[in-house]
């Protein structure tokens, strides 16, 4: 399985993204996945994570209310929409899948957010 993370840039406090992560190489239905972000400087940490049938979504205390996950399995994709950014919110975003002992890393897109 190939992860590419993309939909980063660069964007003003308040602002809004959406991150994308697209797979290849093998349908991601079964897998369950999530977003990772890291910050300079700091170590990597748990941002969202959605099941394979896209239900029960989990959120960081930091991003709930303010970022929504999704995917589509038609098209192999999983969304990060991410609404009121604040400046803490700069990192570099990468996407995760999991089947059990299998997982895979995707790179990641960098997202900054000015004051």
């Known amino acids: 399985v190939q992860l590419q993370a993309f939909g980063g840039g660069l964007v003003q406090a308040g602002g809004s993204l959406r991150l994308s992560c697209a797979a290849s190489g093998r349908t991601l239905s079964i897998y369950s996945m999530a977003w990772f972000r890291q910050a300079p400087g700091k170590e990597r940490e748990f941002v969202s994570a959605?099941?394979?049938?896209?239900?029960?979504?989990y959120y960081a205390d930091s991003v709930k209310g303010r970022f929504t996950i999704s995917r589509d399995n038609a098209k192999n994709t999983m969304y990060l929409q991410m609404n009121n950014l604040e400046p803490e919110d700069t990192a570099i975003y990468s996407c995760?899948?999991?089947?059990?002992?299998?997982?895979?890393w995707g790179q990641g897109t960098h997202v900054t957010v000015s004051s």
């Open positions: 995760y899948v999991w089947y059990g002992w299998e997982t895979h």
């Open positions: 959605i099941s394979w049938s896209a239900g029960s979504p």
